[in-house]
């Protein structure tokens, strides 16, 4: 992966794992008749408050999923997290929160939703937070060719040690997170301490749920001199992203704003566990592309 001059170079810490409770987008969206059987409705769109700031003139952050993932039951509304309001900075009064998904696409600050026929035509989908093949540059790149990001694959991180870590020569213990997107669970993480010549398997931690990462740990012996400690994962799908592809992801600053207001309905609320964050892997698989929506 290569980075984009002038933007952020997220890490990483660009992901959390939170219990949202809020209402089924589902149920919103039936009640408003969009099914998509008769409407020719095939994406539902989120507009944020929040504006970017380029020197040209301020954008929306406006983006989609396809309708069919938003009426899938997993994906909220959201108006609480950990059993308080959303807090200003994650979104207050009410945010989308779609499991599965790259961090972009779970608007804060939502101002409205927009049933299309199409996905988005805002900056933020059309341009940004796209894939491309490892020879695009910034300066050659066809917008209209890169692949819309939505679906996570399977990622994995070293939170333990840091990068440029001084430490003791001996045993040590190396830790992280995995997740999977679709809703798969985590089957594997190993870890190795010679650039990915050999490989240890590491103890998963807690319980699986899907939507939600995976903490792990391994431990292991480094003898004196320098290490390149890499992580890979293995999804229930038996998918791995391995630790040499590069990819190269396009992505925007944008101005956080506060929305305020009422949001509730009288649509049932549910509380459900989901992590919001990453997207790719990252440098030193270690990964750092994210953007997270936490």
Same mark, same amino acid.
């Given at each position: ?16 794992t939170a219990l ?27 507009? %944020? $408050? ?12 406006? !983006? /989609? #999923?396809?309708?069919? +993932?938003a009426l899938n ?85 070293i939170c333990h ?14 830790? %992280? $997170? ?12 190993? !870890? /190795? #301490?010679?650039?990915? +010549? ?97």
């Amino acid at each position: 992966m290569r980075f984009i001059p002038g933007e952020v170079v997220w890490s990483t810490q660009a992901i959390g794992t939170a219990l949202w409770s809020g209402v089924r987008l589902r149920d919103v969206l039936l009640a408003a008749g969009i099914d998509g059987t008769a409407d020719g409705t095939r994406h539902a769109a989120f507009e %944020g $408050y929040d504006r970017s700031t380029p020197e040209d003139q301020p954008l929306p952050y406006q !983006v /989609s #999923i396809s309708l069919q +993932k938003a009426l899938n039951p997993e994906v909220l509304l959201a108006f609480e997290m950990n059993g308080q309001p959303v807090p200003a900075a994650h979104g207050f009064p009410l945010r989308v929160v779609v499991p599965g998904y790259i961090g972009a696409r779970s608007v804060k600050w939502v101002r409205r939703i927009i049933a299309r026929d199409t996905p988005s035509d805002g900056h933020f989908q059309r341009r940004a937070y796209r894939l491309f093949p490892p020879d695009v540059r910034a300066e050659t790149v066809d917008w209209e060719k890169g692949l819309m990001l939505g679906e996570m694959n399977v990622n994995a991180a070293i939170c333990h040690p840091q990068d440029g870590s001084v430490i003791p020569a001996g045993p040590i213990e190396v830790k %992280g $997170y995995a997740i999977a997107g679709g809703g798969r669970l985590i089957a594997q993480v190993d !870890v /190795s #301490i010679d650039g990915g +010549k050999t490989w240890s398997t590491a103890d998963l931690l807690g319980e699986p749920h899907s939507w939600t990462w995976r903490l792990w740990r391994v431990g292991l012996r480094l003898a004196a001199g320098k290490h390149t400690i890499v992580v890979r994962a293995v999804d229930t799908a038996a998918d791995t992203p391995g630790i040499t592809g590069k990819r190269l992801e396009f992505q925007r600053l944008y101005e956080q704003c506060m929305a305020q207001g009422p949001c509730r309905g009288g649509i049932r609320p549910v509380i459900l566990p989901f992590t919001i964050g990453c997207a790719c892997p990252a440098p030193g698989a270690k990964l750092s592309w994210c953007l997270s929506a936490s």
